[in-house]
């Protein structure tokens, strides 16, 4: 049995979860990255994706994430989220609209730069739409 | 002298008047605890977001090719003023405070000669300033049609800021707003967004040592230019919800005093109806006696 530590998942609308965890998996900018106990210090950015979290008791729970950062402690990791629901809530409906607005804004976006962002952002949410819901 | 009738009426309607502002004082309460628990819900967030950024920021002061947001353009001539109000009226001092600190603020800000801009939040707001500072309103949001302030419509306003920033419009932004601090007290803020400005505990803590052994994932530098324009929308976000506990608990006071005031008018109103139905009913008594013994 690993240690546990505290995982908090915070979006600015509310606090998540806030739980003594095993195991966390963070969709990290640069990989996904399984976070253990008495991690080395790390702060990294995330991408939309699944977030999956590994309770003291056992159970398993997931979260979907639109963007943000995470800081990670040896102690505790702290998530904080653009935008974050539970796996279960997410239907191929909302999904579709989220899409929608970030290819509205690609067609207003200006430089190429905030373009190539945005172009990566909807990629990863494409991606999410197909592994997320099984239709 | 107003008639019996006069005065039934107008009983009536300050009754009516009554009713409607207990209605609305209740609507109000329930409201208020609403806004107060989002408000609430919203504050870790932004708690985190402030010391990871205090910091990232403390670890980047000095550095020259800190962005924009942080450090500033330099300059000092061109401000923005978000001023934060609510989408209606009725609610005691709330909007005209706000208001009322950023025209103080403008007008101080003219004076030394700088330009001024101002972007409205909500209507009231747009609808004063707008009269006497016409060529200075850049932009106008509203939130009219929008039942549950949610981080959407906070993101909708930084991103407009931002975009203003990006293109050189203004060097300083400054957010106006309310700041809740109980039902009965609300205070107009005035609080400094670009460059960013953190919380006094930044020395308190020792963040600035443990920051020098964090990892980043990518390089400092990427995270912090990521983080910045969503701090904006953060304290937007903050903000209008602050806002907006503090409209209802300005609207749920004015509304309280509001019956108050129509009760203490109905018992006077009463008392005069029932002193003059007196004086006719021993009028009359006097006419039928003086009659009587006439005969």
Redesign the interface.
Known sequence: MADAFNF?L??????LVSEKVTEVVIP???GEMTVLVNH??????IKPGVVTVKLASGQVNKYVVFG??A?ILPTSC?L?A??AVPASEVTRDTLQKRIETIQAEINKAQSDEHKTKLEQFLAELTHLNGIVVPA | MPSLKDLKNRIASVKATQKITKAMKMVAAAKLRRAQEAAEAARPYAERMNKVLAGLSAANAGNAEAPLLLSGTGKDQVHLLIVATGERGLAGGFNSSIIRLARDHAQKLLAQGKTVKILTVGRKGNEVLRRSFKENIVHYVTFREVKQLGFVQADEVAHKVLELFNAGEFDVATLFFARFQSVISQVATAQQIIPAKFGGDVSAEPTTASSALYEYEPSEQEILEDLLPRNVAVQIFRALLENNASFYGAQMSAMDNATRNAGDMINKLTLSYNRQRQAQITKELIEIISGAEAL
């Open positions: 908090e915070v979006s600015p609308e509310r606090l990290a900018t640069l080395a210090p790390t702060m990294t950015t943000g950062f800081d702290t904080l653009e935008s």
